[in-house]
Every structure is written in structure tokens, then in C-alpha cells.
């Protein structure tokens, strides 16, 4: 059974910076893409950023590009989203995902074929 564990969320004031991860088991971390999401109450929920299994390939959304890196660790299952000059708007629910697509670029992928999810975590922004 695959699970996706976030961590690292939580409260921080506009300008400050929080680092979210997520660890993966049950399967071979190394091959997928890795994906970030979040979803703010009454809306849907949004691509943030993801990177291809070696590393080598990232993608971001508009909202966060110059702002937040994604990163991730074969050797230690994990992946991470390094949030900086965060602002009120970024309060939201952050989910980590994968795909069950061997070797797929995220510039290839729709949010649907992430097939597997975190439980999320919350990150609220006071300005």
C-alpha cells in the first residue's frame, strides 16, 4: 500500500518561510514524478509545483514561481517544497502526490494521474 506522510506545516507570519516534506513508502520512491497541491477553504484545489523522478525537471505554478522549490531525495523516499516570501494568499492545505506513471515528466501529467495522495497539511499565512 502506498502512503505519502506530509510534514512541516503550520503557522508563519507574510515574508517568513516554512519547509514542507513528504516521505513515501510502499513502493519505489525513485521513477515518479512527485508532485505539490494545496486547496484554501472554498476553492479548488491547485497545482503548486512538482519535479520528475531523477530530479533533473521541475515545474512550478504561476503563483509561486521565484518563491518556492521543490526537491527530493531517492535515497531517503522524501520530497520537498521550500516555501520563502510566503504571503496571506498561500494559506491553504498542502498535499503531496505521485503518479503511478514510470518516468513521466510533470510537464506530461494531469492533476488526475496523480493517483496517490498525503492527508495534507495545513499552512496558514497572517499578514
Known amino acids: 500500500q502506498v502512503q505519502l506522510v506530509e510534514s512541516g506545516g503550520g503557522a508563519v507570519q507574510a515574508g517568513g518561510s516554512l519547509k514542507l516534506s513528504c516521505v513515501v513508502s510502499?513502493?519505489?520512491?525513485?521513477?515518479?514524478?512527485m508532485g505539490w497541491f494545496r486547496q484554501a477553504p472554498g476553492k479548488e484545489r491547485e497545482f503548486v509545483a512538482a519535479?520528475?523522478?531523477?530530479?533533473?525537471?521541475?515545474l512550478y505554478g504561476d503563483s509561486v514561481k521565484g518563491r518556492f522549490t521543490i526537491s527530493r531525495d531517492n535515497a531517503k523516499n522524501m520530497a520537498d517544497l521550500q516555501m520563502d516570501s510566503l504571503k496571506s494568499e498561500d494559506t491553504a492545505v498542502y498535499y503531496c502526490?505521485?503518479?503511478?506513471?514510470?518516468?513521466?515528466?510533470?510537464?506530461?501529467?494531469?492533476?488526475?494521474?496523480?493517483?496517490?495522495w498525503g492527508q495534507g497539511t495545513r499552512v496558514t499565512v497572517s499578514s
Open positions: 502526490a505521485t503518479t503511478d506513471l514510470s518516468r513521466r515528466r510533470p510537464d506530461t501529467l494531469r492533476q488526475g494521474d496523480f493517483r496517490y
Open positions: 510502499g513502493r519505489s520512491f525513485s521513477g515518479y514524478s
Open positions: 519535479i520528475d523522478w531523477s530530479g533533473g525537471f521541475t
